[in-house]
């Protein structure tokens, strides 16, 4: 075992649609600061546009002896998969190690022959160790975790140098121009059924120092900045506390984030205060138009909330993007119900995705042990193809009604008819081909998931 001089970290692409952009491989630039300041050499390969990368550095002689790879969700576990795989053909004297939100809660998923260690939750201090002491090779992998993971969220500044020939490609999808990611917070506080995050972050929620984020967004040169994490806001002290710094440093940028609808409505004049320093959108995890819905989700939230937070980001001038589930125990009547409450409230571009109870949360245990999980292909556990047996109807009439409810959603008849807000006419137009083109690509992959599924299903 000897500490690594080259460092080589790889970024696999998505098996999904992208709704909000295309982003900066966060983690890994940060794995690249950390292992520069402990002396390494380090190369960075995003396979999403380079896809030859691998094989167009081996051609060059290049031989790195860490290889870092980064997951993203379980959709996506095969293609990274894969690339260990590429990685342990080419450089077979290399050690190679994964990590993320998957490869925290299902490492049985991942090729036991293709890494020598899978790292479970937090890995930025390991991470510095595999670089300052390196590591063996082992014929299969050692599952390892930080047992000293720190309360607060801390690691340098992003080396954005790294991915500096990949930047032109990163931005927002939705008119915006060449976007920054950043992160303030790490984890959840609350345990929502259907969500992955706070057993990917094994149970914890850490703030980032402030210091450190108002430094870094001194450093970033996109105008744009998509904030990468759920729960900036949870707690309102240091998100109100940040917000002073970035005012005290004269940062302005236009901000993306996401946000739960109860910290909203505790906390208006925290969003007015937000909204003052570019916070332009806010996606909210509404899920459901029902209180016994969003129980069943333990989402500890309810509808009177909700619309509250919806109100108050639109009187702040922040545009709030509604995320809603569909659950399987739908009927006709139900996507009628979710179609009156985005006409009641004029919600301009809400994102209604089918439930998708992703393995290692608690809705796929359940499901899975009621039988009712039509397909264990993870091509189609991207969030946006149903996977779970309907209750009222069979798996094609539900995806029609699904389908129905986006094309009434996006109508020019719901634009025209004044139910969609301020959203001016060119940017919903962007929306109404793009939901058009998205269901015509779900109606072709759909004839592959329908072959997987036991015929009485559908």
Not at 54 to 74: C, F, R, V
Not at 193 to 205: D, E, G, M, Q, R
Not at 249 to 277: N, Q
Not at 315 to 331: A, E, F, K, S
């Amino acid at each position: 075992m000897k500490k690594p001089k080259h460092v080589l970290l790889i970024y696999p692409p998505l098996n999904n649609i992208v709704f909000f952009g295309t982003f900066e491989p966060l983690v890994l630039e940060i794995f690249s600061s950390i292992a520069k300041q402990e002396g390494c050499k380090v190369e960075l390969i995003d396979i999403r546009f380079d896809p030859k990368g691998l094989e167009n550095l081996a051609e060059k002689g290049y031989s790195p002896d860490l290889i870092g790879l980064a997951t993203h969700g379980y959709s996506e576990v095969s293609i990274v998969n894969k690339l260990a795989r590429t990685c342990r053909s080419i450089w077979p004297h290399a050690v190679i190690t994964v990590g993320g939100g998957q490869a925290t809660i299902t490492p049985e998923l991942f090729d036991a022959t293709a890494y020598d260690y899978l790292v479970k939750g937090p890995g930025e201090n390991l991470w510095r160790r595999f670089c300052r002491e390196g590591l063996s090779r082992q014929s299969e992998y050692q599952l390892i975790q930080d047992d000293h993971v720190s309360k607060e969220y801390t690691f340098p500044i992003p080396d954005r140098g790294i991915s500096e020939k990949y930047r032109q490609h990163y931005r927002l999808t939705r008119g915006g121009g060449r976007a920054a990611f950043i992160v303030m917070t790490q984890g959840c506080p609350f345990r929502c059924t259907f969500c992955a995050i706070w057993p990917a972050s094994l149970k914890l929620y850490r703030l980032r120092v402030i210091d450190e984020i108002v430094t870094e967004m001194k450093s970033i040169k996109e105008d744009y900045v998509y904030i990468g994490d759920d729960n900036t806001f949870a707690n309102y002290n240091f998100a109100n506390r940040l917000a002073d710094e970035l005012i005290a440093a004269g940062i302005y940028k236009k901000m993306v984030t996401a946000c739960r609808a109860d910290h909203i409505s505790k906390h208006p004049e925290l969003f007015e205060k937000w909204a003052s320093i570019g916070l332009k959108e806010i996606i909210i995890g509404i899920e459901a138009t029902s209180d016994e819905q969003l129980e069943q989700f333990n989402k500890a939230a309810n509808v009177a909330d909700n619309i509250k937070a919806i109100q108050i980001l639109k009187r702040c001038g922040i545009r709030p993007i509604v995320h809603l589930l569909v659950p399987p125990h739908w009927n006709h009547t139900d996507f009628d119900r979710l179609y009156d409450f985005i006409i009641e409230y004029r919600i301009e571009t809400p994102i209604i995705i089918p439930l998708t109870p992703i393995p290692g949360t608690k809705d796929y245990k359940m499901y899975k042990e009621k039988g009712e999980i039509v397909t264990e292909s993870e091509e189609f556990f991207t969030f946006n193809f149903n996977v779970l047996k309907p209750k009222h109807m069979g798996l094609k009439a539900f995806d029609h009604a699904y389908d129905r409810i986006e094309k009434r959603v996006y109508s020019l008849k719901r634009y025209f008819g004044g139910y969609c807000g301020d959203i001016k006419f060119m940017e919903y137009l962007r929306w109404y081909i793009f939901i058009r083109i998205y269901l015509l690509y779900l109606r072709k992959r759909r004839k592959k998931l329908y072959k997987l599924v036991n015929p009485a299903l559908l």
